[in-house]
């Protein structure tokens, strides 16, 4: 039995966070009353004609340039022409034979060995309106139609057949996906279907240089279902070719739950799209100074971020790659470093507390009231041994809620450690006579007792002494 | 009724009358709409008369004249007809079309809220082939128009309504949409100036499309002056149309009497050799013999790939055409088969589109989506699209030396009703001198040029440089002294 190898290439469609649809002024809010943002243009009225949505083009062009990508200077719009209810000119304007952008790719990297996925190209398209056929009292005979979504742009990014599990796929899918986040290209709002995924996946003995056929799984909106997905799919392929069967090129769905694949219909009976020219959009002509401006406008990429960190501030890969899951995150971070002039504390304390509060809340670090400065106040607290660590935490937690300083909190609290021996002394006295046989012991060598006598100063302190004082005094009492 | 242009009014009479005074607004748009009363129902001009929106505006005109406001309006209550295929809000708009026969527009084609600017009052819409397909306004749902000139007659398509409006004297001015020969055929049927601008010109937002990068909307008059005015109105950049032009419109009224000394009239004598009838070509020489006489001169051209351009007219316009009209699935507005419970969604569509559809338009959606489909594209439709690209470098060729090309609009005059539609190819053939300016978006006009020995109307055709309207209309003129 031979070892099988998979090959998967991925499509992804990405909604551009644009304010208005692509060819029309309509507005692109999800989650409206259907049927609300729609005009002449984006319901193919007789006689309404498309205009191109120069955000759009920005958008599309950020994300090709992001993806390192070749920009076209002369990119052409063609129609996709099939019947479809939600379809409403039967055509959907989408570019086919002169996409906007070619090549590029990003590194994956999948426990610890990197791969480059290569990218065949970026083109723009409009995004069609939504069927509903369930959830009517009559949904059994007929279907409604939302064209809210009708026009919304859309960019569609083609992966060559570079990956080879489906761990890779979804790490692709994934790094994608925080780029085009990255660089304000899309919300990264899976469940709202702004980014969609189809994956192409096929199989072929090891050693084997040409294709499989291939099963096209359509609209996956998770990385992990696309995983799953992938895994069922490999699965079922090879499956079958062991069995003497043969895999029919079709397109499938992923039931998530089943986690399995099924057929939605082969390609013997797909349609002929008759794409040609839109001739009613003019060549889109992108001069060389537009995509110089974008080019200058594009800000520093995850990857370059996360190598910046690690040098600049002498973070671990661990810290650069968590700081770096968001562009916000990763400027809190550089802001609380700043201010702070400690790195690794703020590293530490933005993966630590503040990720935590912010998941414990369900709030996106745009939305933690703790200024970095605020923040940067209390790490030079610590830092100066004005207030222990587990002080600090609570320190951090009133300063979430009241937005006052850090300063402000200790002081008012009167938190600040005791590192005055002759207030600490009689604590460390009290305690030694409380105990003189955790004393013995000690003496006989039991060093692990010390820290419960730590404990209690630390307890008789209310919390306020720094507990290396405390060490200090008794080491000398104890002798 | 009689269609000799001097019976008539102008339409820039009938401005210069309101702005003075000498008339009212209302006066004006009641005589058109008796006219359309007494004459419309032997003629079948019009799909819709909008007869009380258009004593209503006529009315609000006359009242701001008692104010002194909006005098400088060009075609300040001047009755206008448009065709049905330009978007009306609120009114009935049906390309004449069984599918579109109840529809009414949210919107108004941006050149119909311009003339409404310019002051003009629309007072109907008018007869056409469906959707525009077809020379004879024969291919209506609503009954072929007749010619004014010979009532057993078409009087061309497919703007053919707009012009019987204008050649009987129901309006003074109508417009039209010109795909490949669709305003200058039935201006020539008819007797009228027909002027198809360069491509861009005109907007085309709310013109219902047939081919988009054929059509353009343009005036049908019963003067050089009157085109002029009316394409002034509608001309240049709209946001709402990508392919309309940022090329500044000229005043095309200056234009006019600047006479034709010194011009340069190309003629492809060899165009002419075969199928034009007699009486075409003695209207077309005597043309040329009164622009001789007024100073201009004649230059032998060759247009070597004009023959190829009527195939490649039909494969283009085909082509877009089928998809165009997909988007008439009965699904969102429009005609809608009923369904018996066992149909679903694909009869739906077959259905809707078998009964809302008439045979010329389904034999277009038929060749055009041929043309496109896989495997017959590069062969077809690219192709066409180059030969389109020889036919464009033929004309820089020909403006090399010449301003003006001049041929005949028509092979021959207007023939009777019924007469050619049994043969679709036959009718296609007619469009030979029409349809090069719709491919490489050239200007053309046709105005008339005398009438044949059986007394029906000559016309004759200049072409022109990109966006130079203006000399179309001045040469265009000195016909008429
Ligand atoms: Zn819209």
Redesign the interface.
Known sequence: MPTYEPVIGLEIHAQLCTRTKIFCGCATDFGADPNTHIC?VC??????????NSQAVDLALRAALALGCDVQPRSVFA?K?Y?Y?DL????QISQYAEPLALGGGIDVEVDGSSAFVRLTRIHMEEDAGKSLHEGFADSDRKTY?D?NRAGTPLIEIVSEPDMRSAAQAATFFERLCQVLVWIGVNDGNMDEGSLRCDANVSVRPVGQSTLGTKAEVKNVNSFRYLQKAIEYEIGRQIDLIEHGGRVVQETRLFDAAQGKTYSMRSKEEAH?Y???PD????TLVVAAGRLAEARAALPELPDARRARLMTQYGLPAYDADLLTQSRELADYFEATASASGLPKAASNWVMGEVLRTMKERAVPITAVPTTPTALAGLLRLVDAGTISSTVAKDVFATMYESGRSADEIVESQGLAQVSDTSALEPHVAAVLAAHPDVVEEIRAGKDRKFQFLVGQVMKASRGKADPKVVTDLLTRAIG | MTPTPSAHPSARSIADDIRTGRRTAVEVCAASLAAIASNDPRLTAFVTVTGERALETAARIDADRARGAGLDRPLLGVPMAVKDNLCTAGVRTTAASRVLADYVPPYSATVITRLQEAGAVVIGKTNLDEFSMGSSTEHSALGATRNPWDEARTPGGSSGGSAAAVAAGMVPAALGSDTGGSIRQPAAFCGLVGLKPTYGRVSRYGLIAFASSLDQVGPMTRTAADAALVLEAIAGHDPHDATSSHEPVPSLRAALGRGVVGLRIGVPRTLLQDGVDQGILNGFDAALARWTAAGAQLVDITLPHTAHAVPVYYLIATAEASSNLSRYDGVRYGARASLTREQGLRDAYMLTRAQGFGDEVKRRIMLGTYVLSHGYYEAYYLKAQQVRTLLRRDYDDAFGLCDVVAMPTTPSPAYRLGEKTDSPLQMYLEDIFTVSANLTGLPALSAPAGLTSDGLPVGVQLMGRMFDEATLLAAAQVLED
């Open positions: 002449p319901l193919g009225m007789p006689g309404a004609l498309p205009v191109l129609r022409n019947f209810p409403p000119k039967g055509y139609l064209f002929d008759r794409y040609f001739p009613d959009l003019p």
